[in-house]
């Protein structure tokens, strides 16, 4: 009995923790569609309805159901839609659920609206042929689209994605704005909030708190000291613990290193950060922004093939990049690079190895971390924010010191900042990984019309942080005073 107790309190006290976890649909369902969601993508709901076995369907017709569906759930355990065979919807919202789903020369929802059909496919979907689907997907594992396959709507999922041949998806915003998704995600439009500062302690609370169940993606900026660094300042860099609405606490971590080349790094005392709400967004003298969140598996040099490659307008030319868990027991930073259609993100383990096991968890095969980024258009000026006028600096394609120097040479190569009255809250995002050796970022010198940026390296396999220059952006932001 007193088991019994312990429990119902136990689901009590979890209850709220759940449905506060429950995520924005236009985080999930976005332009162009977001894969490698798992675990963070959709839940089905505990009680889809009784199940109803197989569904299979052709030009005659279907088994398992009628091709007709009103609104609600429905539970299969595996769909196969083939040779002309027509689903249809009648209302806001009929949820398809699949265990697995094959779609081969299949018309779905065509006379429909595109809110009126979800489908919700846990395993994994293969679509070939020729296929016209007018609704939402998800799909909890990996998506294979070939041949002449269309999806007018949205299209996420857990796992890996592959469009090819003639595929494409035509993605409607206001469709997945006015679905009803039965719970699996908050249909509730979250209001644009960026907050910035510079955190002189390990916790720091927002001066405007997020909306309520809205998680915002946190960029952090690692600094280390002017006074020569290569001797008094070692390895280190910041990352976010636990982030919720109301604000974000950080730590700082250093990478391992062999006892005869360990150097101590100074504590940071004042790491600059930003925060923004996730998703699409305009600042009020028109700058566009994209803030998400992916999820990553894959580092250099652990991997031939590190990047996931992220579309983006290419505008949105200033990248910030942070990775915000720390999953596996390896050192990993992210890292970015632009490419002809938008950006690609990655892990870095830098030096941290053994072959290619990363250390000091000794793996090679990584569980995913999530990876942020912000993608902005470069430019100076200011917008309005919650009653002030910030001042901004969004620049791209900076470098570190020019050629191949120590940290006090690249602390000592200083570059123009422009519009500020005193000194900015500054992010950068590395952009390149010219260095073989890896690493990261680390802000040096900064006042309010310089900055300097140095690649820091690790010490586990040798002493060396030379390094040659890389390519960063940044964000800089300056509440304009009153005065």
């Given at each position: 009995?007193?088991?019994?107790?312990?429990?119902?309190?136990?689901?009590?006290?979890?209850?709220?923790?759940?449905?506060?976890?429950?995520?924005?649909?236009?985080?999930?369902?976005?332009?162009?569609?977001?894969?490698?969601?798992?675990?963070?993508?959709?839940?089905?709901?505990?009680?889809?309805?009784?199940?109803?076995?197989?569904?299979?369907?052709?030009?005659?017709?279907?088994?398992?159901?009628?091709?007709?569906?009103?609104?609600?759930?429905?539970?299969?355990?595996?769909?196969?839609?083939?040779?002309?065979?027509?689903?249809?919807?009648?209302?806001?919202?009929?949820?398809?659920?699949?265990?697995?789903?094959?779609?081969?020369?299949?018309?779905?929802?065509?006379?429909?609206?595109?809110?009126?059909?979800?489908?919700?496919?846990?395993?994994?979907?293969?679509?070939?042929?020729?296929?016209?689907?007018?609704?939402?997907?998800?799909?909890?594992?990996?998506?294979?689209?070939?041949?002449?396959?269309?999806?007018?709507?949205?299209?996420?999922?857990?796992?890996?994605?592959?469009?090819?041949?003639?595929?494409?998806?035509?993605?409607?915003?206001?469709?997945?704005?006015?679905?009803?998704?039965?719970?699996?995600?908050?249909?509730?439009?979250?209001?644009?909030?960026?907050?910035?500062?510079?955190?002189?302690?390990?916790?720091?609370?927002?001066?405007?708190?997020?909306?309520?169940?809205?998680?915002?993606?946190?960029?952090?900026?690692?600094?280390?000291?002017?006074?020569?660094?290569?001797?008094?300042?070692?390895?280190?860099?910041?990352?976010?613990?636990?982030?919720?609405?109301?604000?974000?606490?950080?730590?700082?971590?250093?990478?391992?290193?062999?006892?005869?080349?360990?150097?101590?790094?100074?504590?940071?005392?004042?790491?600059?950060?930003?925060?923004?709400?996730?998703?699409?967004?305009?600042?009020s003298d028109g700058t566009e922004?994209?803030?998400?969140?992916?999820?990553?598996?894959r580092a250099f040099p652990l991997?031939?093939?590190?990047?996931?490659?992220?579309?983006?307008?290419?505008?949105?030319?200033?990248?910030?990049?942070?990775?915000?868990?720390?999953?596996?027991?390896?050192?990993?930073?992210?890292?970015?690079?632009?490419?002809?259609?938008?950006?690609?993100?990655?892990?870095?383990?830098?030096?941290?190895?053994?072959?290619?096991?990363?250390?000091?968890?000794?793996?090679?095969?990584?569980?995913?971390?999530?990876?942020?980024?912000?993608?902005?258009?470069?430019?100076?000026?200011?917008?309005?924010?919650?009653?002030?006028?910030?001042?901004?600096?969004?620049?791209?394609?900076y470098q570190t010191a020019p050629?191949?120097?120590?940290?006090?040479?690249?602390?000592?190569?200083?570059?123009?900042?422009?519009?500020?009255?005193?000194?900015?809250?500054?992010?950068?995002?590395?952009?390149?990984?010219?260095?073989?050796?890896?690493?990261?970022?680390?802000?040096?010198?900064?006042?309010?019309?310089?900055?300097?940026?140095?690649?820091?390296?690790?010490?586990?396999?040798?002493?060396?942080?030379?390094?040659?220059?890389?390519?960063?952006?940044?964000?800089?932001?300056?509440?304009?005073?009153?005065?």
């Open positions: 009995m007193i088991s019994m107790i312990r429990s119902s309190i136990f689901l009590l006290l979890l209850f709220p923790l759940i449905v506060a976890a429950v995520p924005q649909c236009d985080q999930i369902f976005t332009d162009p569609p977001t894969a490698n969601l798992f675990p963070n993508g959709l839940t089905p709901p505990a009680d889809t309805g009784p199940s109803l076995g197989r569904l299979t369907c052709d030009s005659n017709g279907c088994s398992g159901h009628s091709p007709s569906f009103t609104p609600g759930d429905y539970d299969f355990s595996n769909g196969n839609l083939k040779n002309g065979s027509v689903l249809s919807t009648n209302g806001k919202t009929t949820r398809l659920y699949f265990d697995t789903l094959t779609m081969t020369n299949a018309n779905i929802n065509q006379g429909g609206e595109t809110e009126d059909l979800i489908i919700f496919v846990k395993g994994g979907l293969s679509v070939a042929g020729q296929n016209k689907i007018n609704g939402i997907v998800y799909v909890g594992g990996a998506v294979n689209m070939a041949g002449n396959a269309t999806i007018s709507g949205a299209l996420a999922s857990g796992g890996g994605s592959v469009i090819g041949g003639n595929s494409s998806i035509i993605y409607d915003k206001e469709a997945v704005g006015d679905a009803d998704f039965g719970g699996m995600c908050n249909n509730n439009q979250s209001s644009f909030n960026i907050q910035f500062g510079k955190a002189s302690s390990t916790t720091v609370t927002f001066d405007k708190a997020f909306d309520s169940g809205v998680t915002p993606i946190v960029f952090l900026m690692p600094t280390i000291s002017a006074n020569n660094p290569d001797t008094n300042d070692g390895p280190a860099s910041v990352v976010p613990v636990n982030i919720t609405s109301s604000g974000f606490t950080w730590r700082q971590e250093e990478p391992a290193s062999a006892g005869n080349r360990y150097i101590a790094s100074q504590t940071m005392a004042e790491v600059h950060w930003i925060a923004v709400t996730p998703g699409e967004h305009t600042l922004l994209v803030a998400r969140v992916i999820n990553q598996n991997n031939n093939n590190p990047y996931t490659n992220i579309p983006i307008d290419s505008d949105l030319d200033v990248v910030l990049n942070q990775k915000l868990t720390s999953v596996n027991n390896c050192w990993l930073t992210s890292t970015s690079e632009f490419y002809g259609s938008g950006i690609r993100l990655a892990l870095d383990s830098a030096e941290v190895r053994i072959g290619n096991r990363c250390q000091t968890g000794n793996l090679n095969l990584l569980q995913n971390e999530r990876v942020g980024y912000l993608a902005i258009e470069s430019g100076t000026g200011t917008f309005s924010f919650d009653g002030d006028e910030i001042i901004y600096q969004f620049a791209r394609r050629g191949t120097g120590d940290l006090s040479y690249q602390c000592g190569s200083e570059s123009t900042l422009t519009g500020f009255n005193n000194v900015p809250t500054l992010v950068a995002g590395k952009n390149s990984r010219r260095g073989g050796d890896g690493g990261w970022l680390r802000r040096c010198k900064l006042t309010n019309n310089r900055v300097s940026m140095v690649n820091d390296e690790d010490t586990y396999r040798d002493s060396d942080r030379r390094h040659v220059y890389e390519l960063y952006s940044f964000v800089a932001l300056e509440k304009r005073s009153d005065s």
